[in-house]
């Protein structure tokens, strides 16, 4: 395992140690893991969502007609919020 020295703003110091004085972690170590983990994966969750923009935007450009009818956005968002949900599973898991 890595070691990394940073030096922390004051305010932020004071917020993880009480957070660790509150029991959220076991210790400074600990609570900077899981923060660089969690950073880790919001960043490649921004990077899928933009990359099915950029599919959407090139279908679109295209001329795929991906929402037609009412039936087609309602489908569209329910796929969408099923994907959502899956990986918050995977993440919670």
Request: glycine fraction near 4%; hydrophobic fraction near 40%; avoid cysteine.
């Given at each position: 395992?890595?070691?990394v020295q940073v030096r922390?703003?004051?305010e932020l110091q004071e917020v993880i140690d009480?957070?660790?004085a509150e029991g959220r972690a076991v210790?400074?170590?600990?609570?900077l893991t899981e923060a660089a983990r969690r950073y880790a994966e919001d960043l490649?969750?921004?990077d899928d969502i933009i990359s099915?923009?950029?599919?959407g935007i090139a279908d679109i450009e295209a001329g795929h007609k991906l929402v037609a009818t009412r039936d087609d956005l309602v489908a569209m968002e329910k796929g969408v919020m099923n994907?959502?949900?899956e990986r918050l599973a995977d993440d919670q898991g």
């Open positions: 395992m890595g070691v922390l703003p004051e009480r957070q660790v210790d400074v170590d600990a609570y490649e969750f921004e099915e923009a950029k599919a994907r959502i949900r």
